[in-house]
């Protein structure tokens, strides 16, 4: 089973610059969006830039579905504060 990102550290320009896992890992968004191609998250084989995220069609349709963006996630001090990690 892949990790989860939980939250989202934004730079002075307010784009998404760091991710924080479930298992408290911080990564620079284009590590995140390496590692997301490697296969290494729950249900998501692509990020972008800007946060997006795409999942391989389970549809059969061959298309890839898009998600929401990481945006929507807390920042890593809220997270914190929620007690998001494991362990």
Known sequence: MGEKIIAVRKDLNGDIAEVMTHTGRVLSIEHAMQEARQGKFDSIDALDKEGNWYIQSST????????????????????????????
């Open 60 to 87: 059969g349709d061959g298309q890839p579905e898009s998600g929401g963006n990481l945006d929507t996630l807390p920042s890593f001090e809220q997270a914190m504060h929620e007690d998001n990690l494991e362990g």
